[in-house]
């Protein structure tokens, strides 16, 4: 008989993305989400730009109503790019209520 395991942590169940982008802004709010080289200064030490919970949320929200506006809702999207904070912004954009994304490997012929 093999022993039931109990969880170590509590668990939360998400329905969707938009569930999942609510939770962590309310939870997380001004926790840093994504820290993001933006460049150099003069001295050439990077410059850090920090986006929190809350930011993104806004931004994702921001940029799929700009999608929305242009006519994307209900349409499959195909997404490639490399791995940014842009390309998150967008994946969470369409998986929030604007239809289906692709995420394609930009490595593939």
């Not at 200064?41 to 999608?67: C, L, S």
Request: proline fraction near 5%; glycine fraction near 10%; charged fraction near 25%.
């Amino acid at each position: 008989m093999v022993p039931r395991l109990e969880p170590i942590y509590e668990t939360r169940e998400h329905t969707d993305f938009r569930s999942l982008l609510n939770f962590a802004a309310f939870q997380y709010n001004a926790d840093d989400a994504f820290i993001i080289k933006t460049g150099k200064d003069e001295n050439k030490k990077p410059i850090y730009r920090h986006v929190t919970f809350q930011t993104f949320k806004d931004e994702v929200n921001w940029f799929g109503a700009g999608m929305l506006k242009r006519g994307f809702l209900g349409n499959g999207v195909a997404l490639i790019g490399k791995n940014s904070y842009e390309w998150y912004m967008s994946y969470f954009a369409v998986l929030c209520g604007l239809g289906i994304v692709v995420p394609l490997d930009k490595g593939l012929p």
